[in-house]
């Protein structure tokens, strides 16, 4: 009953917030299912019509696989296992065709690559997406691409070119990383810090520096400085403090045991807000199956 979140920073891609009144068993749930369950689009397939560059066909088609693709996978559906051909519904399909040649102005004397070459470095940006179906008129307004145009895929030479399509599907981490919507998702308890006695002037300044920046402020009062905490969740709980015998016995370390501080990063393919709330429905829905279980079984 006194469960709340509370949301403390969100800045572009990134998300903190509080989960209070909870189990320590809620809380890691809810980080694997950011981790492993949240479902997102990736590039599971990849038919290489040509390939001549120095990486081979199997660590180009894995790299491919690593780029994120902004694609809301809310649109989609899971391929079937013993499908071989993807459809509008269940597949977004990407061409990468580029072909490096020399420059025919540059100067004699150069060395350096980018004047030398046009083509010579493959980025995500010249991954382009190919229709499949009718997703013209079932997305006229979407602009599905890589999250990052600036991902090195590859270095190519006067010559070499790469010729490939990728198919993307909707996955889950569980079943491959490459399909984790997140960076990282990570919790920690609040701690809690606690002067036991008053701590002045030399000792005051001692102890600020035994804790993160911001943790502990020092006043001055009637001439005197002392410390006090400020911000506790600051703290990154490095003990430093007990390594001084002075003041070992002035403060006491302890966490909030029902306090979890969150931090949400996006791998940019869905907001850290909508991949929360994504998380929690499906949190929902697996204790909603286990109540559903539960009643379906017969009472002796």
Known sequence: QAFRVDVICEEEGTLEFDMVGIDAAIANAFRRILLAEVPTMAVEKVFVYNNTSIVQDEILAHRLGLIPIRADPRLFEYRNQGDQEGTEIDTLQFQLKIKCSRNPQAAKESSDPDELYFNHKVYSKHMTWVPLGNQT??????????????????????????????????????????????????????????LLQPVEDEAAELLQKC??????????????????????RLDTFSREVFRHEGLKNLVRLARVRNHYIFSVESTGILPPDVLVSEAIKILMGKCQRFLNELDSVPME
Do not use: W
């Not at 010559?159 to 990383?177: T, Y």
């Open 137 to 194: 008129d079932l997305f006229p307004d979407a602009d599905f691409r890589p999250v990052h145009d600036d991902i090195l895929i590859a270095l190519l030479r006067p010559g070499q070119e790469i010729d490939v399509l990728m198919h993307c599907v909707k996955g889950i981490g569980k079943d491959h990383a490459k399909f984790s919507p997140v960076a990282t998702a990570s919790y920690r308890l609040l701690p809690d810090i606690t």
């Open 211 to 232: 804790f993160s920046p911001g943790v502990i402020e020092i006043q001055n009062i009637k001439g005197k400085k002392v410390a006090r905490v400020a911000n506790a």
